[in-house]
């Protein structure tokens, strides 16, 4: 399959504007246990969108790739994180200490960290799947080595997942061949996979959304949700036979509420974040990768005017030190998209990527069937191309 530029163009700034749309539509709602069942914005947008984090990382990541193309692994991220990066909460703040101990990835990502299974990382997916589009095998690599930076285990198995997904959405949009192409690159017995398995079941099933919430959730139970309330002042309502889960334990059910929004949203950009983020938990990370992998699917110019129009394309950072040298932070989401477009040629190389084709650059995505991972047993233990095993 051969993608085109214009074509290409659309799908990279449509996965940005749907990121902050998602991010936008459930950030009032993160780490709260509720159904917030809300069918819009709830924010005063007429100043702006408020900051997103859920973007701010990805632009760290891209200043990284811009300076040393595909030659980019976890120790380059890892001193980009500790330059540019601002926070110092949870698995952030963890990876970050343990970076200047001199611990070094993978295990910056593991040690000491109660939320190396939470969500910072699966949600930088994006920049990975935009810069291979079309090849999986190559955009989990590169989020392999995002992920251990400050994750291990079940989150790094959420960006793999992720990125997985979203570079195939380049090259296929049935929602369901997307999902299992997701799968087949994480283990069939890590909590991930099983959270996914189980929405999938439900939504089969034909059990109601809010009733499969519950039931994916208890498959692999999160606390997430619960950071707003004392144990005591846990909401009752809609929340009724969910358990606590361990601490930091957040990113199985929450990747799976990103694919039960996909297919209970049943293909409207919408109603599919309308549900995701009536799921609870991480709300603004749900819906902001559920919204950049339906804007890769649609392109800019299939996304609703209702849901773009309000945000003006503009992009708010709250993360990035910008007082530090060597980072150019866009204004917008469009913006954003042409940076990545021009540092794809370079990063997938001539053989992948010509960037002189006549009409304008094309890309060779992979065909359909061999989007898929066919043996993860033997994929994962040399995800980075170099031997490092992910078990370490």
Not at 38 to 60: C, E, K, R, T
Not at 119 to 148: K, M, Q, V
Not at 286 to 305: D, F
């Amino acid at each position: 399959m051969v993608l085109k530029l214009n074509e290409f163009r659309d799908k990279l700034a449509g996965c940005w504007a749907g990121k902050n749309v998602g991010g936008v539509l459930g950030a009032p709602f993160e780490c709260k246990r509720m159904v917030p069942d809300v069918d819009f914005y709830i924010q005063d947008l007429s100043m702006g969108p408020p900051a997103n984090d859920d973007l701010d990382l990805q632009i760290v990541w891209l200043a990284a790739v811009e300076r040393y193309g595909r030659n980019v692994n976890a120790s380059i991220l890892g001193d980009y994180w500790l330059s540019y990066v601002i926070p110092n909460w949870v698995e952030y703040g963890t990876g970050k200490a343990n970076l200047k101990a001199g611990i070094v990835p993978p295990m910056c990502g593991d040690v000491d960290n109660t939320y190396k299974n939470s969500n910072g990382c699966w949600i930088r997916s994006e920049l990975w799947a935009c810069l291979a589009p079309g090849h999986p095998e190559i955009a989990t690599r590169y989020a392999f080595e995002d992920a251990i930076v400050d994750h291990a285990n079940e989150g790094m198995y959420g960006e793999i997942f992720t990125a997985a997904l979203q570079s195939a959405a380049f090259a296929e949009s049935d929602r369901e061949k997307l999902i299992d192409i997701g799968l087949s690159y994480i283990p069939e017995d890590c909590a991930v996979a099983r959270a996914i398995r189980k929405t999938v079941e439900c939504y089969h099933n034909g059990i109601d959304y809010l009733e499969a919430r519950k039931i994916v959730h208890n498959t692999a139970p999160g606390t997430f949700g619960i950071q707003e309330y004392k144990l005591s002042e846990i909401p009752k309502e809609n929340n009724e036979g969910m358990e606590i889960g361990e601490p930091g334990f957040d990113a199985p059910e929450n990747v799976a509420f990103v694919v039960l929004g996909l297919l209970y949203g049943e293909g409207d950009f919408g109603k599919s974040l309308i549900i995701a983020n009536n799921c609870g938990e991480d709300t603004d990370c749900t819906c902001a990768t559920l919204g950049a992998l339906l804007g890769i699917i649609y392109g800019a110019s299939g996304l609703p005017e209702k849901w773009t129009k309000p945000l003006d394309d503009k992009i708010v950072t709250m993360c990035i030190d910008k007082t530090s040298h060597g980072i150019w932070v866009p204004d917008t989401a469009t913006e954003l998209a042409e940076r990545i477009l021009r540092v794809v040629p370079g990063f997938l190389g001539q053989d992948l990527c010509d960037a002189f084709a006549e009409g304008g650059m094309t890309i060779e995505c992979l065909e359909k069937e061999a989007l898929f991972c066919n043996k993860t047993t033997d994929y994962l233990p040399l995800i980075n191309g170099n031997g490092k095993s992910e078990e370490l």
